[in-house]
């Protein structure tokens, strides 16, 4: 039987196109170390290459297996800046803040591509990313966004594209404009989860899989971490749980929601097809964001964030059919071969998460749907932190992220009635 992910649903099309993916042992004994990390996607992989770069003795413990949550199943798209565009964040802080959340951002982007080169890490990118309007009244916005970025950013790579343009670049007519980025691009995330998981191993870090943290404990100037296989004990811990954490620490459930996102992958489509000739990546304008891709081999990837139940992957196949045919009515019919999904975290104002939540304990999250190139670098901002500069990561630890309402029992139900407003939003 071909691997299954416990704890996302379906099997990805990346878990069969990424080649081998090397298994790690589990955590077996008491161990001492400098940093112990819990959790085994982008932000704590990276953590754990930079740490042990840097000479620091880190344990990482994963719960299932590298890759198995947002990291290895993502619709792969980089974007650029943060996830709020920058103009928003200007209105929020002044231009001399958001720039300097911008810059980081686009520090993150280049980072990414050097330390994938760097490693031989091949993640099949592509270079492109269209932002489209799926309502009329989004188009001037778009607009005024090119401009922005290119005046007020210093970022010279976004173009506004009218609706011409839009349908010819998406191959289809259903969106009114949209911008053409040519700064940034999209990847294949389960090859660069196990090249990175191989470089932290490769740099001494000591990495585990099927290890579940059951409990943390700060005390006594120590941190204690929990398995049913041993207890780690170190000068720091990284919580890198992000929507998978559940109720393992109480600060980071209160700020990081879960949301399903679901993609599926049709059959190769030929040329004729006329979707989206020139490979670039694609999201539109709705709040439940709508985000699609070409594979290398001409496969779409098409993925929604819309909250239906899932009892089998076949119902995803089924929902992305549709949705894929309201963008292009010629593939109504298309074969989906794989359909899967995911939990995105998300935080209140869609702005990551970063925390010391006890001491000597700092969370890491809540990228809100944005977490492809930030998380892989606040996994290396963290390993800065703990060598002695905590400078970058202190713009993020700065933002203002408030506790979703609700509590504990009420947080959820509270979520799905605000997606469902926004979804209906959307619609209308
Ligand atoms: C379907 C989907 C599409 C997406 N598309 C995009 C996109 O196109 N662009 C973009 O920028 N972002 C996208 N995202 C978001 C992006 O994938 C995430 O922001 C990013 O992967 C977060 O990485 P992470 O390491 O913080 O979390 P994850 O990759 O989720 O890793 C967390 C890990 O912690 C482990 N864990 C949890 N609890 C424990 C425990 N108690 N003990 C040990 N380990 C534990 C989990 O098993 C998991 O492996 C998407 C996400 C999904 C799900």
Not at 218 to 241: E, F, M, P
Not at 279 to 288: L, N
Request: some cysteine; proline content about 6%; glycine content about 12%.
């Amino acid at each position: 039987m071909p691997y299954q992910s416990p704890i996302s649903p379906g099997r990805s099309w990346y878990e069969d196109t990424a080649g081998p993916r090397p298994e790690y042992p589990a955590l077996d004994g008491d161990r001492q170390a400098d940093v112990v990390i819990v959790g085994g996607g982008f932000t704590g992989l990276s953590a754990a290459v930079h740490l042990a770069r840097a000479g620091t003795n880190v344990v990482l413990v994963e719960a299932y297996r590298f890759g198995d949550g947002a990291s290895g199943r993502n619709g792969g798209q980089m974007g650029t800046g943060q996830r709020a565009w920058a103009e928003e964040l200007e209105g929020e802080y002044g231009l001399t803040r958001a720039r300097a959340l911008f810059d980081l951002a686009e520090e993150a982007k280049a980072h990414l591509l050097d330390f994938t080169s760097a490693n031989g890490i091949d993640i099949d990118y592509m270079p492109g990313q269209l932002s489209v309007a799926h309502k009329r009244r989004y188009v001037d916005a778009y607009k005024a966004h090119a401009e922005i970025m290119a005046s007020r950013f210093d970022y010279p790579h976004i173009t506004f594209m009218d609706a011409a343009e839009t349908a010819e670049r998406v191959g289809s007519t259903r969106f009114f404009g949209g911008v053409r980025d040519t700064g940034t691009g999209h990847i294949h995330p389960l090859k660069l989860v196990i090249g990175t998981a191989r470089a932290a191993a490769a740099a001494g870090a000591h990495i585990f899989e099927r290890t579940p943290a059951r409990n943390i404990a700060s005390t006594g100037g120590k941190v204690r971490v929990t398995t049913a296989g041993g207890t780690v004990t170190a000068d720091r811990c990284l919580i890198a749980a992000n929507a998978y954490g559940g109720d393992l620490e109480p600060v980071s459930a209160a700020h990081i929601m879960p949301i399903g996102s679901f993609i599926g992958a049709t059959v190769p489509l030929g040329a004729e097809t006329g979707v989206i000739p020139g490979g670039e990546a694609i999201d539109d304008s709705r709040f439940v964001v709508r985000y699609f891709r070409k594979s290398p081999d001409g496969r779409l990837l098409f993925g929604g964030r819309e909250i239906y139940a899932v009892n089998d992957p076949k119902d995803i196949h089924i929902q992305i059919r549709r949705q894929i045919a309201e963008i292009y009515p010629q593939l109504k019919d298309v074969e989906i071969t794989h359909g899967w999904g995911g939990y995105v975290g998300i935080t209140m104002p869609r702005k990551p998460f970063v925390r010391e939540v006890m001491p000597r304990v700092m969370s890491i999250g809540g990228y809100s749907g944005h977490g492809v190139m930030l998380s892989n670098f606040f996994g290396k901002l963290y390993a800065e932190t703990v060598t002695g500069n905590r400078d970058r990561l202190k713009l993020i630890e700065e933002l203002k992220i408030p506790p979703f309402p609700g509590g504990r029992s009420l947080r959820a139900p509270l979520l799905f009635l605000a997606l469902n407003w926004y979804a209906l939003r959307d619609r209308i």
